[in-house]
């Protein structure tokens, strides 16, 4: 099921090293995500998810190693040089204001404008419009553009949140956690919205400690731990078992797994 | 739906509200009293019970407005609402001449009669058309008291300003300083309100200036700290202590001898005054022919009794 | 997948459908449309006859309303946008002193004293805002330190120029400037010439005004709170920057992770608050021809309170320009309105409480609505 239509990877993550103080968070991380495939980061707490993520949109810079976008190496200072190259981010808990209306959710940040007299207006018509075609996309339901965000489902925000990356022209779209606080059925929409992007020829980077979501909808498989790449497992090549037991670092879960009569 | 019934609610509030309703008097003489002085001034409780009293002798209707942070732009706007409402009279002060000379001469325009009282001078209320003026001058009093001083051999002093905004309080000081022949400069100290505040820069100022000949208070809320801070620190009785404005710990100090003397302009006077002299204008059109001084009063250990008895009410 | 969820789609019972009742009342407004319809009819029912809605008393409480209005308008763009300026009171009465002293004092022209007074003030806005973005401290916190700051100086300077705490003259040096009419003349004065001529109002009786208009003309004051109230309307509703005040204040962080400029949003929000202040300090110099260091006293709660009637949230992201405006002329309406009624002026305050109490305890309740919450 690898749906991959280039064979050059859009953004590649060379060794990256990022300390903070005497904290090594990431002790050279190398990554390849390709257009079109959904690349699955996997990795226990304090693994070094969050922060090699946040590398890779800007919002830290390495310490050391390699950033190349679309073959060329980059720097990226803030998350606005990141958004602007097209590698957009939907943070956990972070992606959308409740108390806003979901049309200006949409666009905040790149808002439509039409000009009356020369002075460059909110184009809410417009705003409204693109909001419910782009919602009806993603299967969501809208009473009308200027429902708030808190009437929405923690599903339903994150698919709001990866629409409003993928209408504003993502080539690589970083789904933080997307699915921890879900429920099953949102968790089967948000997996069914990330399957949608990835046939537009978009790149996704699914970071989750759930092997089971990862399995769903992953084309290929990178556990990190402590900071380092335990390697990278094509679909089909690994079965959840294995996984589990990467991420934790092997030999000591399988033991616990036991234990608890293979629930984990 | 909810909103709705506690928007109704609000309305319900209001339409109870205790709406003072005076006692109809023969021909519903009805006047207004604006002062500039804050919610907190307790002084003004003497001014309240002056109308109040008045109102009961000649039977008209008093009512008593003020800014209640003492912001004067606030006040012009409570002259102007109180000339729309068209009473028969405005007591006001004039407590910034700029200020409220235009919300004044329009009430005089049109046809509410004006008497100036408190703060103020006579020139200025002949200027706004006003009938009178009953108050005391505060320079003049700040300068009688400076040259009673002097006679007893002052020659430095320590002026305790509360309200430093309030121009007719600095005018006090600047008086006090005249009459006692030298310069203001840092004597006056800019107190604030809060007591222990008070307290201690009275006290901060006598330990770092120890040859200070003089307290000048200019009134209950500058007085009453400060007989406290010199009872601490062992002056009372001692330094040449006067104060502007009576309250009961005003003659109480009197009376024990921490305050030497206590200028009383006589509040009540400007706030009893003012009311029979207009009722009994509007009614036989008769009006005495000069403006009233209210005060300087010295009030002294001597004669303390009927003080004593109405401090904080009607003196 | 795909299939299942456009199935949900078609047929989600959970949304349901919204009466436009229901809809209606999910707006930031609509606590102060209530409030304004409930005090106008009460006033109208107690005080009819106590010449509030004579031509006088109306341009009273519009006047009064009017000044929270211009302070109200910089209050609720900054609360939306997710921050306090307790300074307000400070700066109105900062900036009418800078304007005296410039003009009065060093005897500058009084536009460039106007223009260098709106200059500082927003300059100082300004540094508010940066102290808050750089420090990362509540902006209650930093503005209270503004609030004494200010106020010491509209005391201490001129005391020491001039000796004196209310500096004055400030209408005879105005006489002629070309800036000053803008913020304290007076427009349509011919209009109420000709409806006192008719009739329509009523005239001075007496002194050398007799026959006059009792109101000649609407105050610049009024002007400038209805164009400040337009344009904070459009600009929050109607344009990009709007939209990014809302994100601003709802949450920084997510609005900054899709490239919202929260920290100039906000130091822009503190600027236009300082130009607010800066403008009903300038309309009340020019008006009285005087600055006095009492000047502006408590005015920041006053702007808070009307922009809490008006609906907005105090914990930021949610509000209306309009609902401000509402809050401005409730306050206004029903403090003047109180005089006129003859209610014990004491007892305003506790109706302020009282209002202010519905109106945030409307104001969640609408919240609650908004994000569904239970």
Sequence with gaps: MNTRTQHEPIIQMREIEKHFGSVIALAGVSLDVYPGECHCLLGDNGAGKSTFIKTMSGVHEPTSGEILFEGKPMRFADPRMAIAAGIATVYQDLAMIPLMSVARNFFMGNEPIKRIAGIPFYDQEHAGRITMEEMRKMGINLRGPDQAVGTLSGGERQTVAIARAVHFGAKVLILDEPTSALGVRQTSNVLATVDKVRKQDIAVVFITHNVRHALAVGDRFTVLNRGKTLGTAQRGQITPDELQDLMAGGQELAELEGSLGGTV | MRSLIASVAVGAVLAVAPVAAPAMAQDDLSYVLVSHAPDSDSWWNTIKNGIALAGDHVGVSVEYRNPPTGDIADMARIIEQAAASGPNGIITTLADYDVLSGPIMDAVASGVDVIIMNTGTADQAREVGALMYVGQPEYDAGYAAGLRAKGDGITSFLCVNHTIQQPSLVERCQGFADGLGVELGESMLDSGTDPAEVKNKVMAYLSTNPDTDAVLTLGPVSADPTIQALEENGMAGDIYFGTFDLGEEIVKAIKAGTIKWGIDQQPFLQAYLPVVIMANYHRYGVLPGNNINSGPGFVTADGLEKVEMFAGEYR | ?374
């Design chain 3, 1 to 374: 997948m795909s299939e299942m969820t456009q199935q949900q789609t078609a047929a989600d019972e959970r949304v349901k459908e919204m009466s436009p009742l229901r809809r209606a009342l999910i707006r930031p407004e609509l606590g102060g449309i209530c409030g304004t319809i409930v005090v106008f009819a009460c006033f109208f029912v107690f005080a009819f006859d106590s010449g509030m809605f004579n031509s006088q008393g109306v341009m009273n409480w519009s006047t009064v309303s009017a000044q929270f209005m211009i302070i109200a308008v910089g209050a609720c763009l900054l609360m939306i946008a997710g921050e306090f300026d307790l300074s307000v009171g400070s700066m109105i009465g900062f900036s009418g002193m800078m304007i005296a002293i410039f003009s009065v004092t060093m005897g500058w022209p009084v536009w460039i004293a106007i223009l260098v007074t709106f200059a500082l003030c927003i300059a100082i806005g300004a540094v508010n805002g940066f102290i808050v973005i750089r420090t990362g401290l509540p902006s209650f916190i930093v503005t209270l330190a503004s609030l004494f700051i200010l106020r010491g100086f509209t005391i201490y300077l001129p005391q020491t120029l001039e000796r004196k705490t209310i500096i004055g003259g400030i209408r005879d040096i105005a006489e002629g400037d070309w800036l000053a009419p803008i913020f304290g003349g007076k427009i349509l004065k011919g209009l109420f010439q000709w409806m006192g001529d008719t009739g329509i109002i009523a005239t001075f009786e007496r002194g050398s005004r007799a026959g006059d208009p009792v109101v000649d003309g609407i105050p610049m004051l009024i002007v400038w709170a209805i164009a400040l109230v337009i344009v904070g309307h459009l600009l929050l509703t109607r344009t990009q920057f709007g939209n990014w005040i809302f994100a601003a204040g709802g949450d920084a962080q997510a609005a900054r992770y899709v490239g919202v400029p929260v920290n100039r949003v906000k130091v822009l929000m503190f600027m236009f608050t300082a130009f607010c202040a800066c403008v009903f300090a300038t309309c009340q110099v020019m008006e009285f021809g005087s600055a006095g260091a009492d000047r502006g006293l408590l005015k920041e709660f006053e702007a808070i309170i009307a922009v809490v009637i008006g609906g907005a949230l105090l914990t930021g992201g949610y509000g209306s320009v309009i609902g401000a405006a509402l809050g401005a002329l409730i306050f206004g309406v029903v403090q003047q309105g109180l005089f006129f009624a003859g209610v014990e002026s004491s007892l305003f305050r506790v109706f302020l409480g009282v209002i202010l109490l519905f109106a945030v305890v409307l104001n969640t309740y609408i919240r609650r609505m908004i994000t569904g919450e239970r």
